[in-house]
């Protein structure tokens, strides 16, 4: 039973995090908001309503789960805006940030990058009065982020990597066995692309896990990887001229 009091109280700060209500919930199980207040309170969902439920959510029973066993020790799944700016100014903090989020030692750190480790501990001190880590004894590294932890929408993180590296990443021909490139272009009614948004949302929490699954193996074992998926409503300038 503590168990699943667990999971249904992951399942509240899922909704919450998505800023969906009780009423939302009602709606979707075709029931009173009486009804599911008391299935809240008595943690007295069925299989068959807790899928229901995640498909509101757009994920996964499996997602749930997930986030319930990192929910103890992973608690942040945002910076504010400010946190974001400071990250952002730095780019050796910045690089040390995305490496101690995929995982990264400082060892790993110092033995692949130009930095001391008096860099690397000012810097993870940094991280750890963000609350993005723990800084530990022997500068051992313990994570505070969630599992659906995501930079801001269109934040300084976001902008950053948009302004400063886009043009380096699609530099590459994408021909490599490790690289692939699809741009597919069509015609898509509202509901049509609202479906092929929640695929793609269900594909980045695929890669998310699949990172997270990976990341107990050496670093020699694993690969810096970038995903980049887009989608919008957009047509080529390069054709304006010949439009009426």
Not at 77 to 106: F, K, P, Y
Not at 129 to 142: E, F, V
Not at 181 to 188: A, E, P, R
């Amino acid at each position: 039973m503590a168990q699943t009091k667990q999971l249904i109280d992951t399942l509240k700060r899922a909704l919450k995090a998505q800023g969906l209500s009780y009423a939302d919930v009602a709606k979707e199980l075709n029931l009173s908001e009486a009804s599911i207040k008391r299935l809240f309170s008595q943690s007295d969902f069925s299989l068959a309503r807790l899928d229901k439920v995640c498909q509101l959510l757009e994920m996964e029973i499996s997602d749930l789960v997930t986030q319930m066993h990192h929910h103890s020790h992973a608690r942040l799944s945002e910076l504010s805006l400010q946190q974001e700016q400071e990250i952002a100014s730095d780019t050796g903090l910045l690089l040390i940030t995305v490496c101690i989020l995929n995982q990264w030692s400082m060892a790993d750190l110092i033995a692949h990058y130009h930095l001391s480790e008096h860099q690397c501990i000012h810097y993870l001190a940094v991280l750890d009065r963000l609350q993005l880590i723990d800084l530990l004894p022997d500068n051992r590294i313990k994570l505070r982020v969630a599992t659906n932890f995501k930079w801001i929408d269109n934040g300084p993180i976001q902008q950053f990597f948009q302004q400063k590296l886009a043009a380096d990443f699609f530099s590459a021909k994408f021909t490599r066995q490790d690289e692939q490139l699809t741009v597919i272009n069509g015609m898509l009614s509202a509901e049509a692309m609202a479906v092929f948004q929640r695929k793609l949302t269900q594909l980045a929490r695929e890669f998310d896990m699949l990172n997270h699954n990976d990341a107990s193996l050496p670093l020699s074992h694993r690969s810096g990887t970038t995903v980049v998926l887009a989608m919008r409503n957009w047509r080529l300038g390069l054709f304006d001229d010949l439009r009426k």
